[in-house]
């Protein structure tokens, strides 16, 4: 919806950072110091015997998301 215009929305950078036509900007605390959050993934360990979610959770793992 934000790509066509139609409204605002808090994305990970990451999602980004490609798309030039966006105005993009980090959001800050009192401080001044950007807002971290920490993302995570859960699964149950008989999900990981598939193939699929196997070779997912292998690309989030190393994927740099910075």
Do not use: Q
Not at 15 to 21: F, I, W, Y
Not at 22 to 33: G, L, Q, R, S
Not at 60 to 66: H, I, K, L, M, S
């Amino acid at each position: 919806m934000v790509r066509n215009g139609l409204g605002y929305g808090l994305l990970p950078s990451v999602l980004l950072k490609e798309d030039k036509d966006i105005k993009c900007f980090t959001i800050k605390d009192a401080h001044d110091e950007p807002l971290i959050r920490k993302t995570w993934m859960i699964y149950h360990n008989e999900t990981i015997k598939l193939k699929t979610a196997k070779e997912f959770v292998y690309f989030v793992e190393n994927y740099r998301f910075d």
